[in-house]
């Protein structure tokens, strides 16, 4: 169903102890596309992304009003397990974080975990061809992941976090930690699930957003640096005509 | 490009990849839960059995002995006759050694920290801590061996008229193995001590031994405290250096080169011997071992506290 | 101002002449220790090699020197060792992880861990009382290995537990972070990541406690008693002895001869201690290296 809404964000709060870090956000996130998060840094553009997955909820002090639903159901209900959400919300962090075991293990634990009953072997090979890495790694299946380049890690965690198959792929500034060449294979790499898989993605590079993105968010803090959202729209829309002075101020580079 | 679970997928894990956990996952973590609490309740479980069994035995010999009789007597006889109760030559010895060790270990573990911290290049500390370390492996018996052979003889050609048991030698080879205990308790505090505190000093225009002295001692202080009552602590606790070579006589005197008894002898020659179990004569090595455990859990209490305060003040 | 500055430089001159004075003497504490050991492991040698020969590994103990050895003590050493690991590994481990992973901030959880730090100061030989009474007497272990192995395996608990709790604590969180948005719950992060990222430190940690374990004379000599043994135990309910009750024994003999079996019986135990660590060590290192690249 391309087009249509998979997860939508109704009034959402969330606060660290004391201080609140999201105000009061809502917006609709689209099935099959990508759908960036841009904003200044500190703005809360991560911490909104660890909503859709309950990651937040590993933070003592973290809490959350308002609604997230996926699929039609609050994830944030009484008896939802977060787990549950997990498995089906899948992540990629800011560094390349491989587990220190073999490249296979890696691909493989989250099938482990979850009780996959089919073939191991077919689904890990799968995973890394649609991560793009599995000709680079077909022969050192069995060697520790942590001898890849960070580029290669990378598409590794990508390949790991697909392998469960979830419906939806969070990625946290993805290519922060990685050169232009790297940066570049995961953008196409991005592109291409697309068909397949919701993604949103945190950037603090907006030409990255541009050139990736189907839709965009723009974060920003207020006076008492919580993080909303300022503008959301379609992506070309956003930059060529952004219709909120602190977005346009924000992409023309005269931010702060 | 297929994907491997595409629609067949549904059927591998539907209809969101949990189904196939579900009840029995969950009671795993429950139950690996609830043990894992079980594992780091048995240490509770341990101190409560040292206090039972203590108190169990020690409470069948106050029975018989008065606690002050104990407490304040002055002659240690439980298997001679006329018996006698009074467990102060035993303290008398404990603190006879503990003292002597606490003599050599205090400035050359002290010193040996601040030469470690604050002199040697990184190269040597790296020759020495190990070396240090080696010293703290060796079991005590070992030392027992160490101050019996060598350091007894070699006592014995300066003070002639001593007994090869003494609580000189004892104390002595002791202190050598607390050592490392203070040294690195005290180093670590000394490491702890901000580098902007020495370069304050040292922009001063002071030497390396009074940034050492009058800066990094002074405020790593508590740290070393500590590290002085932990020592101590272990000393008054050794059993087996002081068993083979302080002596079996307790008695109540501070001339190092006597022979003495100490708490922890006591206990092991009495297990030893033939003493039958639940006689009063038995009994006294649980009111000895409940009166030490009270001595060293205060200074472990202690110690640990004055860590705590130093850690958290930066 | 001239006048000044001559005075400073007299006392700069005293200042200097007082610290090389203190930096001898810090590498003179120095040396005691190290020449402290040097001394010790010379005595050992000297005295213990003589005595030290096949014959003395596999025989039993005896009233004559010449023809006494030490096997029922290093059989009996090795049983004990393996099973104080059995009982203490998956214990300490098991309460580091709940410690680390699982244990909420509250009383109970910080009680717990004073409690552990001074279960490590509690004197060897009050767990050797310990140990007879609970064991020896309740349990009706007897004056058994298994009597002894429990006691052994509660002295070094706290060891296992620390070292096992900086393993864990040494695991990055980014690993439990990646494991935890597949979808895995607590218990699974555990196994499947973070315990399998501690076991070295883990493995270091254990050694060095059944080190620690295999010294202990104290509470062992409480528990089993001074036996003269002429057999090797052959289950966990059998008499014992160990490498450092037998030395403690040849130690307490008057007759020179027994002292030079006592050092050969240090030799071994040392060897195997330094062997131990040894492996401890690689351990550590390999660990380091993997762990940066």
Not at chain 2, 107 to 136: H, N
Not at chain 2, 246 to 265: C, D, H, V, W, Y
Request: with cysteine; net charge neutral.
């Amino acid at each position: 169903m391309p087009g249509s809404s998979i997860i939508e964000v109704k009034g959402l709060n969330m606060w660290y102890g004391n201080f609140q870090a999201l105000r009061n956000i809502s917006l609709t996130i689209p099935r099959h596309q990508v759908t960036a998060v841009i904003g200044p840094s500190g703005c809360g553009k991560s911490t909104f992304l660890r909503c859709f997955n309950r990651m937040n909820d590993l933070i003592p002090g973290a809490r959350v009003a308002g609604q997230v639903l996926f699929d039609g159901q609050d994830i944030y209900a009484p008896g939802v397990d977060p787990t549950e959400i997990r498995s089906r919300v899948g992540m990629v962090f800011q560094k390349p974080n491989p587990f220190p075991k073999s490249i296979f293990d890696n691909v493989a634990f989250g099938l482990r975990i979850n009780g996959y009953q089919g073939n191991l072997a077919e689904a890990v090979e799968s995973s890394l061809r649609r991560a793009a890495l599995w000709d680079e790694v077909k022969d050192l299946l069995h060697k520790s992941a942590l001898a890849l380049s960070g580029g290669q890690q990378q598409r590794l965690c990508i390949a790991r976090a697909i392998a469960i198959e979830p419906a939806v792929i969070l990625m946290d500034e993805p290519c922060s930690a990685l050169d232009p060449v790297a940066t570049l294979k995961i953008e196409d790499l991005m592109r291409s699930l697309a068909e397949d898989y919701t993604i949103i993605i945190v950037t603090h590079n907006m030409q990255q957003a541009a050139r990736v993105s189907d839709t965009t968010a723009f974060m920003t803090m207020e006076e008492d640096r919580a993080g909303i959202v300022v503008e959301y729209g379609p992506t070309s829309e956003l930059f060529a005509n952004p219709k909120d002075k602190r977005t346009e101020d924000y992409i023309t580079g005269r931010f702060g | 490009m297929k994907r491997h679970l595409a629609e067949a997928g549904d059927a591998a894990l539907p209809p969101g990849p949990r189904a196939m956990r579900g009840g029995w996952q969950h009671l795993e973590s429950k139950l690996v839960h609830w043990l894992l609490f079980g594992c780091a309740l048995l240490s509770i479980a341990t101190t409560l059995g040292i206090v039972v069994s203590l108190l169990s035995q020690a409470l069948g010999f106050f029975r018989e002995v008065s606690i002050w009789e104990f407490l304040t007597g002055t002659r240690w006889a439980p298997i001679l006759v006329p018996q006698s109760f009074g467990v102060l030559p035993l303290v008398a010895g404990t603190l006879l050694v503990t003292v002597i060790a606490a003599a050599v270990a205090m400035p050359v573990g002290i010193a040996t920290a601040i030469f470690l911290s604050e002199y040697a290049p990184d190269r040597v500390r790296r020759i020495i801590k190990p070396s240090l370390e080696i010293l703290a492996g060796i079991p005590t018996v070992v030392y027992g061996y160490f101050a019996l052979t060598l350091i007894s003889p070699l006592l014995q050609k300066v003070f002639p008229d001593m007994l090869i048991f003494n609580a000189l030698s004892a104390g002595l080879v002791m202190g050598l193995m607390i050592i490392p205990m203070v040294s690195s308790i005290s180093e670590d505090a000394m490491l702890a001590v901000p580098r902007s505190l020495r370069e304050g000093a040292y922009a001063l225009g002071a030497t390396r031994l009074e940034v050492a002295l009058r800066v990094t001692v002074p405020a790593a202080l508590s740290g070393i405290i500590a590290a002085f009552i932990l020592a101590l602590s272990r000393a008054i606790g050794e059993t087996m250096l002081v068993t083979i070579a302080a002596g079996a006589t307790p008695k109540m005197t501070f001339n190092p080169l006597e022979s003495i008894q100490t708490m922890t002898a006591f206990i092991v020659q009495l297990s030893l011997g033939e003493t039958p179990h639940g006689s009063l004569e038995y009994n006294t090595i649980f009111a000895v071992g409940l009166l030490l455990f009270l001595m060293t859990l205060v200074m472990n209490l202690l110690g640990h506290w004055v860590v705590r305060r130093w850690q958290e003040r930066y | 101002m001239q006048q000044a500055t001559t005075l400073f430089h007299r006392r700069l001159r005293l200042r200097k002449g007082v610290g090389d004075v203190f930096h001898i003497l810090f590498l003179l504490a120095v040396f005691v220790g190290i020449a402290g050991l040097l001394t010790l492991l010379v005595q050992v040698l000297v005295q213990g090699l003589p005595w030290l020969n096949w014959h003395f590994l596999t025989s039993y103990p005896s009233r004559h020197p010449e023809q006494a050895g030490l096997l029922s003590a290093l059989v009996g050493t090795v049983w004990l060792m393996v099973l104080t690991a059995a009982f203490t590994v998956p214990v300490g481990v098991g309460a580091a992880i709940y410690l680390e992973e699982y244990a909420p901030k509250n009383w109970l959880t910080r009680l717990i861990e004073v409690n552990i730090s001074n279960l490590a100061g509690v004197p060897s030989i009050v767990y050797g009382l310990l140990g007879l009474t609970i064991f020896v007497g309740w349990m009706a272990l007897g004056r058994s290995l298994l009597a002894g192995a429990l006691t052994l395996g509660l002295l070094v608990l706290p060891i296992v537990i620390m070292a096992s709790r900086e393993a864990i604590r040494a695991v990055p969180w980014t690993y439990r972070e990646a494991a935890y948005a597949l979808g895995a719950d607590k218990w699974q992060v555990t196994k499947g990541v973070v315990l399998p990222a501690a076991i070295p430190g883990v493995l270091t940690g254990t050694i060095l406690a059944m080190s620690r374990a295999i010294g202990e004379a104290a509470p062992v000599l409480a528990i089993s008693a001074l036996v003269y043994l002429t057999f090797v135990p052959t289950s966990p309910l059998d008499r014992f002895t160990v490498l450092p009750i037998q030395i403690f024994n040849w130690v307490t003999r008057p007759q020179d001869e027994f002292r030079g079996l006592a050092a050969a019986g240090i030799i071994v135990l040392l060897v195997i201690l330094l062997s131990m660590n040894a492996i401890a060590i690689y351990l550590r290192n390999r660990y380091q290296i993997r762990s940066e690249g």
